[in-house]
């Protein structure tokens, strides 16, 4: 099993920037894909960014290019998601989460493995 903790959430104005991290325990080395998805109250969840843990392909939802960076630490079983240029729409509770096998990376019902989620709040 894989366990999945995030962390780095937190509140910040606008144009501000925050770095999620998720740290991954267990047996990670089966990991293919890692991503990270958002919900906000009374939306579904959707992906924001998404890696190959293998060949290091990203992957983003067309609302974050240009503003969020995924990136990997394999040594530190650390997953990031750099946010820069927050806008207020970015508020959400942030999760990542983790599979074993390929397929469409940003499809949230495609990922088995789940952390608690981290809350980042974007004010105007």
């Known amino acids: 099993q894989v366990q999945l903790v995030e962390s780095g959430g937190g509140s910040v104005q606008a144009g501000g920037s925050l770095r999620l991290s998720c740290t991954a325990s267990?047996?990670?080395?089966?990991?293919?894909?890692m991503g990270w998805f958002r919900q906000a109250p009374g939306e579904e969840r959707e992906g924001v960014a998404a890696i190959s843990t293998g060949s290091g392909i990203t992957y983003y939802a067309d609302s974050v290019k240009g503003r969020f960076t995924i990136s990997q630490d394999n040594a530190k079983n650390t997953l990031y998601l750099q946010m820069n240029s927050l806008k207020p729409d970015d508020t959400a509770m942030y999760y990542c989460?983790?599979?074993?096998?390929?397929?469409?990376?940003?499809?949230?019902?495609?990922?088995?493995?789940w952390g608690q989620g981290t809350q980042v709040t974007v004010s105007s």
């Open positions: 267990g047996y990670t080395v089966s990991i293919i894909n």
């Open positions: 989460a983790a599979k074993k096998w390929g397929g469409p990376p940003l499809d949230a019902s495609d990922y088995p493995r």
